[in-house]
């Protein structure tokens, strides 16, 4: 059977970004390996001939227009390879990978993502370096698919050469050598190449939530799983885990959000160490969880507390007839939360309540990752000028978003990859078609984040245009440019 791992890191581009990369190649090297059965190999992830500067996008073949940035921002591979005949060991990250502004990295069931999004280069660079194992006798091809290289901007190149690597796994042979010892003789040993610490568990919340968790360990950001109705993973050796692998890290904390950006309490405190695989408990808003179940009076109106043997937890309250119960094992009371799907950081119910009713629409994996996530964990992502039918959010210029393109002229501020400018962006909002629509966008990702990230600080939609900028790492209120 075939397995994939995918390396993510901007996933991503418009249908109109498109430049042409005549001599780029992607490559495994060294493309040809023979080892044995248990053998550990490497092979390096290269990118080749990436153009400093390009022509436009628009007409490479008109000679009046400017030449713009061509450097790499972004890369996007599905790597093939048989499991069969060979298990994965290690991916080290080279110097570009670990620098980068975005990064999630996910292992799982021989399925590996890394989202990145790193500084400008061009030239040749390694990505990664990955380490197999030899499992059994056989050849394979292990093959590059779905290659995407993108610019700065998010824009495409085409004609992408790739070159898969050939393996040859050997049957184990043993070879029975007599040596006469020699004075001072030095055995050396081999490091075994680390596993990643495993978890798996379930996040006690007073709703429902899916979504996904990230691993951290300080502010670096280590694994990330799919949370589906409170629960990732699972603990049999078929079940997915959430994979961390943090070389180095061994002691340190790991803590665990809730779509990278939400800080879950944990059971007990959790510490790294490799190879392990522990089941955790997570909390969500376990502060407030605790404010309720610590209340306990037996006046009228009061709150009353019982335990079952199983350990579930039952709050009631006599004043008003309501109950608040939880069950199952739990431990903490379920109540309704009207905006669940809302980030919980956004300050004025009134923006919670307009994000949870609008339909947030993005055009690009990008803007998902960056912003998206962090307002809203349902979004429709769409490649298609679709008509507006209702209320809605649209996250991403006219480049990365279809419908932003589509309706551009309707807004007041025309954004364009050149306004507001570099790491700016706009929150306006017009009707179209008898609907709200807000608008989040900016002159490139950094612009929308800004937008985004400052609307969840409003205290209702704006009158009038707001222009932002992103420095050192947050957001500020600018004149219009």
Same mark, same amino acid.
């Given at each position: 059977?075939?397995?994939?791992?995918?390396?993510?890191?901007?996933?991503?581009?418009?249908?109109?970004?498109?430049?042409?990369? @005549?001599?780029?190649?992607?490559?495994?090297?060294?493309? !040809?390996? @023979?080892?044995?059965?248990?053998?550990?190999? !490497?092979?390096?992830?290269?990118?080749?001939?990436?153009?400093?500067?390009?022509?436009?996008?628009?007409?490479?073949?008109?000679?009046?227009?400017?030449?713009? &940035?061509?450097? #790499?921002?972004?890369?996007?591979?599905?790597?093939?390879?048989?499991? +069969?005949?060979?298990?994965?060991? !290690?991916?080290?990250?080279?110097?570009?990978?670990? %620098?980068?502004?975005?990064?999630?990295?996910?292992?799982?069931?021989?399925?590996?993502?890394?989202?990145?999004?790193?500084?400008?280069?061009?030239?040749?660079?390694?990505?990664?370096?990955?380490?197999?194992?030899?499992?059994?006798?056989?050849?394979?091809?292990?093959?590059?698919? !779905?290659?995407?290289? %993108?610019?700065?901007?998010?824009?495409?190149? /085409?004609?992408?050469?790739?070159?898969?690597?050939?393996?040859?796994? /050997?049957?184990?042979?043993?070879?029975?050598?007599?040596?006469?010892?020699?004075?001072?003789?030095?055995?050396?040993?081999?490091?075994?190449?680390?596993?990643?610490?495993?978890? $798996?568990?379930?996040?006690?919340?007073?709703?429902?939530?899916?979504?996904?968790?990230?691993?951290?360990?300080?502010?670096?950001?280590?694994?990330?799983?799919?949370?589906?109705?409170?629960?990732?993973?699972?603990?049999?050796?078929?079940?997915?885990?959430?994979?961390?692998?943090?070389?180095?890290?061994?002691?340190?904390?790991?803590?665990? $959000?809730?779509?990278?950006?939400?800080?879950?309490?944990?059971?007990?405190?959790?510490?790294?160490?490799?190879?392990?695989?522990?089941?955790?408990?997570?909390?969500?808003?376990?502060? +407030?969880?605790?404010?309720?179940?610590?209340?306990?009076?037996?006046?009228?109106?009061?709150?009353?507390?019982?335990?079952?043997?199983?350990?579930?937890?039952?709050?009631?309250?006599?004043?008003?007839?309501? %109950?608040?119960?939880?069950?199952?094992?739990?431990?903490?009371?379920?109540? /309704?939360?009207?905006?669940?799907?809302?980030?919980?950081?956004?300050?004025?119910?009134?923006?919670?309540?307009?994000?949870?009713?609008?339909?947030?629409?993005?055009?690009?994996?990008? &803007?998902?990752?960056?912003?998206?996530?962090?307002?809203?964990?349902?979004?429709?992502?769409?490649?298609?000028?679709? &008509?507006?039918?209702?209320? #809605?959010?649209?996250?991403?210029?006219?480049?990365?978003?279809?419908?932003?393109?589509?309706?551009?002229?309707?807004?007041?501020?025309?954004?364009?990859?050149?306004?507001?400018?570099?790491?700016?962006?706009?929150?306006?909002?017009?009707?179209?078609?008898?609907?709200?629509?807000?608008?989040?966008?900016?002159?490139?990702?950094?612009?929308?984040?800004?937008?985004?990230?400052?609307?969840?600080?409003?205290?209702?939609?704006?009158?009038?245009?707001?222009?932002?900028?992103?420095? &050192?790492?947050?957001?500020?209120?600018?004149?219009?440019?």
């Amino acid at each position: 059977m075939k397995w994939k791992f995918l390396l993510i890191p901007i996933l991503l581009m418009s249908l109109v970004g498109i430049c042409y990369g @005549e001599n780029i190649t992607v490559e495994l090297l060294p493309s !040809n390996i @023979e080892a044995n059965i248990g053998d550990t190999f !490497n092979l390096s992830l290269i990118v080749k001939n990436v153009p400093e500067i390009v022509k436009s996008r628009i007409n490479i073949f008109n000679p009046n227009v400017p030449e713009e &940035d061509g450097k #790499c921002a972004g890369v996007d591979i599905y790597i093939c390879y048989d499991s +069969n005949i060979l298990s994965l060991s !290690n991916i080290q990250l080279s110097n570009i990978g670990e %620098s980068a502004d975005l990064k999630m990295v996910n292992l799982s069931s021989g399925f590996i993502s890394l989202a990145w999004l790193f500084n400008p280069v061009y030239g040749n660079f390694t990505i990664a370096t990955i380490s197999f194992k030899g499992l059994n006798p056989g050849e394979t091809n292990i093959t590059l698919k !779905n290659v995407v290289i %993108s610019t700065e901007d998010g824009y495409e190149y /085409k004609n992408v050469s790739t070159y898969p690597a050939t393996v040859v796994i /050997k049957p184990y042979t043993t070879t029975i050598t007599v040596t006469v010892p020699t004075p001072n003789l030095v055995i050396g040993t081999t490091t075994p190449p680390q596993l990643p610490a495993q978890y $798996y568990g379930k996040v006690i919340s007073p709703t429902p939530l899916s979504g996904y968790i990230v691993a951290k360990i300080g502010n670096e950001s280590y694994g990330s799983i799919p949370l589906v109705n409170n629960t990732f993973g699972g603990p049999t050796y078929l079940d997915e885990k959430l994979l961390v692998y943090a070389p180095g890290q061994d002691g340190a904390e790991v803590t665990f $959000y809730l779509n990278g950006s939400i800080l879950l309490n944990s059971s007990d405190t959790i510490y790294y160490k490799a190879g392990d695989i522990r089941n955790v408990t997570l909390y969500y808003n376990a502060e +407030n969880i605790r404010n309720v179940t610590s209340s306990s009076s037996t006046s009228s109106g009061s709150e009353s507390t019982s335990s079952t043997s199983s350990g579930s937890e039952s709050i009631s309250s006599t004043s008003s007839g309501s %109950s608040i119960s939880s069950s199952g094992g739990g431990g903490s009371p379920v109540f /309704k939360n009207p905006y669940p799907d809302v980030a919980p950081d956004i300050k004025s119910i009134k923006i919670k309540e307009i994000v949870h009713k609008a339909k947030l629409i993005v055009g690009s994996n990008i &803007d998902v990752n960056l912003s998206a996530k962090d307002l809203k964990t349902t979004f429709v992502l769409t490649n298609k000028p679709l &008509d507006i039918e209702e209320d #809605c959010i649209l996250i991403g210029g006219p480049v990365a978003n279809p419908i932003v393109k589509k309706y551009l002229e309707i807004f007041p501020v025309k954004v364009t990859n050149e306004y507001p400018g570099k790491h700016r962006g706009v929150i306006e909002v017009t009707k179209i078609n008898g609907h709200t629509v807000v608008l989040l966008a900016g002159s490139d990702r950094w612009g929308t984040k800004a937008a985004v990230e400052y609307f969840k600080t409003l205290e209702d939609i704006p009158d009038r245009p707001i222009f932002v900028e992103w420095r &050192d790492g947050k957001v500020v209120k600018i004149n219009r440019p």
